[in-house]
């Protein structure tokens, strides 16, 4: 496996809640990227952290925010949850320098109603 | 246009064929390459990089053709655990954002 981990594993919310996912990174991975991926289509980056500063974002709106702490461990929030916003969200980390292989959890799959 | 674009889907093959994919990508300045494996309701997981002077993992070889932006994997004699999305995907200046195909899935039967 590849030591990321990531919770809830599924996560049912209505439409204008707010909602928090969690990503833990392989320890010492210092760099954490966030994906979408809507039914159907490949992941889609959303944004990315490295040591703690957000260092690159995808095309998606300011209500994606996110969230990387010192213990390899990161957040996604996404306030005003829309009904497009139902996917599966993928943490994936890495150590800068290191290589570009990053390692995917297992995903949280989201149910906007 | 799509930044990476892959042969429509599914590829629908018996045990032991040879199949083959494709993948184009928009982007001159990308820098590396790779392919990934979804299984159904899993994340990705990586298959293997894909350089210029091509590469081979089992029954697996993977192709770059920079000058016309084009990879390609092969997958020789497969197997009934083939059976999965392929995702080609490459990444822009080295820095983090992977760029994801739509994926083409592939189902061996036997």
């Known amino acids: 496996e590849t030591g990321v981990t990531q919770s809830p594993t599924h996560l049912i919310k209505t439409r204008g809640q707010q909602v928090t996912l969690r990503c833990s990174s392989q320890?010492?991975?210092?760099?954490v990227s966030w994906y979408q991926q809507a039914l159907g289509q490949g992941p889609q980056f959303i944004f990315q952290?490295?040591?703690?500063?957000?260092?690159g974002r995808g095309n998606f709106p300011p209500r994606f925010s996110g969230l990387q702490f010192p213990n390899y461990s990161s957040e996604l929030n996404v306030n005003a949850l829309e009904l497009d916003d139902s996917a599966l969200y993928l943490c994936?980390?890495?150590?800068?320098?290191?290589?570009?292989?990053?390692?995917f959890g297992p995903g949280t799959r989201l149910l906007v109603l | 246009r799509k930044e990476v674009e892959q042969d429509p889907g599914p590829f629908n093959v018996p045990e032991g064929a040879t199949v083959a994919f494709n993948c184009t990508y928009s982007?001159?300045?990308?820098?590396?390459f790779f392919w990934y494996r979804q299984d159904c309701r899993k994340e990705p997981k990586l298959l293997m990089s894909?350089?210029?002077s091509g590469n081979e993992d089992g029954r697996f070889t993977a192709q770059l053709n920079r000058a016309s932006q084009y990879i390609s994997l092969l997958i020789r004699d497969s197997k009934l655990s083939d059976s999965a999305t392929y995702l080609c995907?490459?990444?822009?200046?080295?820095?983090?954002?992977?760029?994801f195909g739509k994926g083409t899935t592939l189902s061996v039967s036997s």
């Open positions: 994936a980390s890495r150590l800068a320098g290191e290589g570009e292989t990053q390692y």
């Open positions: 320890s010492g991975h210092n760099t």
């Open positions: 952290y490295y040591r703690e500063e957000e260092n």
């Open positions: 982007n001159s300045a990308s820098q590396s």
């Open positions: 894909v350089y210029s």
């Open positions: 995907v490459v990444n822009e200046v080295g820095w983090g954002a992977l760029i």
